[in-house]
């Protein structure tokens, strides 16, 4: 990354320097000493951050928020799985057609799931235990069209 006063100097936009216009290519075409005789710096990029839990590098979202939104996320997510095998639930109660055996186990893999997540996110004590909780859900599959 290129910096001039201390700022940020993007890469392929003209910028200007005391009253000195440099076009768009400017920065691509010199060299860093090129680049020094005029102030401006090359820097190490910024280490990258998932802005999902942070702010910036090594400055985390709160955390209490952050288990309401990913406890919310969660239960967002099973309410969709489960929705798509409601309407055999509504079957059976009109007419008496039972509900597949694998969608049983599929729906109750479901809210095993919720619930576990629910539960590690409720406990969790820092961020970076978030992230690994979060990032490795591992909802269930089913075929709903044949309910296998």
């Known amino acids: 990354m290129f910096m001039l006063n201390g700022n940020p100097l993007p890469v392929d936009t003209p910028f200007e320097i005391n009253g000195t216009s440099y076009p768009a290519n400017w920065l691509r075409l010199t060299s860093i000493e090129e680049k020094n005789a005029v102030g401006i710096t090359e820097v190490p990029d910024p280490e990258p951050y998932d802005d999902r839990f942070y ?3 090594d400055n985390p979202k709160d955390l209490n928020m952050l288990k309401k939104t990913w406890t919310d996320q969660v239960k967002d997510t099973a309410n969709k799985l489960l929705s798509q095998t409601d309407w055999m639930y509504i079957r059976k109660l009109e007419r008496n057609v039972d509900v597949p055996a694998a969608t049983l186990t ?4 479901v809210v095993a799931e919720v619930e576990r997540l629910k539960t590690a996110i409720k406990d969790v004590s820092d961020v970076p235990s978030l992230i690994a909780i979060v990032t490795t859900q591992n909802w269930p599959t089913q075929n709903i069209v044949t309910g296998k």
């Open 55 to 57: 702010w910036g590098h």
């Open 106 to 109: 599929y729906r109750a893999a």
